[in-house]
């Protein structure tokens, strides 16, 4: 069974640039989420989302929101971007919840100059 | 506002013995906790986790411990193995809301 994959691995942004990350979740499974993980402020859950909703918000502006799709793949978009936004962005994916066992993917590395 | 704290920023165990990991949280409403394991340059993977209604939860050689009155839990892995050596991450969640995650420990085990 194929795993978690993020693309792209590796973005260059500038400010107020927005960007756009995918993650294709583990066949079958419906819960996907998205972290920030930066050396100041460790793991930072982001959001999560069931069958194409928004279940679960982190304590992030506005400018970072997300969606999924009926095959459950999922996006997120950072709008307006700030040179804080550079951080590793990791999505996984679950059954039915975060809760559970969840498959981390490796990350997309995102820079912000 | 931290409200997940692993105060100890590592801990050093020989093989064979207990490794004690432990985590204090300080929002009531947390309903459900979970620790999480990174190895440099991979991403976390998910550990065990347990419910506010357990004070324990097994699995393997991973058990975690629940003191609700002290807004704390442990997490004990024995024995103690080389390949345990990495960050663990404790995270507790209220539905709805972000799931909030400690800075880690760093758990080292020495031959």
């Known amino acids: 069974k194929a795993g978690v994959t993020q693309t792209p691995r590796y973005l260059i942004k500038t400010r107020g640039q927005q960007v756009t990350l995918s993650c294709s979740p583990i066949?079958?499974?419906?819960?996907v989420s998205w972290y920030q993980q930066t050396p100041g402020q460790g793991l930072q859950f982001l959001f999560e989302?069931?069958?194409?909703?928004?279940?679960n918000k982190g304590n992030f502006p506005g400018r970072f929101s997300g969606r999924q799709f009926s095959n459950s793949r999922s996006e997120m978009n950072v709008s307006t971007l700030e040179l804080g936004d550079s951080a590793l962005y990791l999505c996984?994916?679950?059954?039915?919840?975060?809760?559970?066992?969840?498959?981390f993917g490796p990350g997309t590395r995102l820079l912000v100059l | 506002d931290q409200q997940v704290k692993q105060n100890s920023p590592s801990l050093s165990v020989q093989e064979g013995r207990i490794s004690i990991l432990n985590c204090d949280y300080t929002?009531?409403?947390?309903?459900?906790f979970l620790w999480y394991k990174k190895y440099p340059a991979e991403g976390p993977t998910f550990l065990i986790s347990?419910?506010?209604?357990?004070d324990k939860n097994e699995d393997g050689r991973f058990t975690v411990f629940l003191n609700k009155s002290a807004k704390h839990l442990s997490l004990h892995i024995v024995p103690s193995q080389p390949g345990d050596s990495a960050v663990y991450f404790c995270?507790?969640?209220?539905?709805?809301?972000?799931?909030?995650f400690g800075k880690g420990t760093s758990l080292l085990v020495t031959p």
């Open positions: 996984a994916s679950s059954l039915t919840s975060f809760r559970e066992t969840q498959y």
């Open positions: 066949s079958g499974h419906r819960s």
């Open positions: 989302y069931f069958s194409e909703t928004q279940r």
């Open positions: 929002n009531s409403m947390f309903d459900y």
């Open positions: 347990i419910s506010s209604i357990k």
């Open positions: 995270a507790a969640n209220v539905p709805g809301y972000a799931l909030n």
